[in-house]
């Protein structure tokens, strides 16, 4: 089981990115993934969720209405829309899952929102 996450970059205040987070060795449609993100010097914080169980997607309160997290089940990824991204956003964003017992995250893409 592995999780790539990619997608990161340098980008303006106002601008946008597409993170993706590949799966390989199980089927990703049948588990809850979520994106993280970590900036320096604060705790990881969860951004948003796309559940097995629920089709309406989870967003936290800093970036509902700015991103949207998608599935793409033909590629086996799943895919985080940052749009009117603001340099609060910067951070390394990583994407996770819990297969069975076991938690697996992505290695992490950074994120820079600046002019």
């Known amino acids: 089981v592995q999780l790539q996450a990619c997608g990161g970059g340098l980008v303006q205040p106002g601008g946008s990115l597409r993170l993706s987070c590949a799966a390989s060795?199980?089927?990703?449609?049948?588990?809850?993934i979520i994106w993280f993100r970590q900036a320096p010097g604060k705790e990881r914080e969860g951004v948003s969720c796309?559940?097995?169980?629920?089709?309406?997607?989870v967003y936290s309160d800093s970036v509902k209405g700015r991103f949207v997290i998608s599935r793409d089940n033909a590629k086996n990824t799943v895919y985080l829309q940052m749009s009117s991204l603001k340099p609060e956003d910067t951070a390394v964003y990583y994407c996770?899952?819990?297969?069975?017992?076991?938690?697996?995250w992505g290695q992490g893409t950074q994120v820079t929102v600046s002019s």
């Open positions: 996770n899952t819990k297969v069975s017992i076991f938690t697996y």
């Open positions: 060795g199980f089927t990703l449609d049948a588990y809850s």
């Open positions: 796309v559940s097995s169980a629920d089709p309406i997607p």
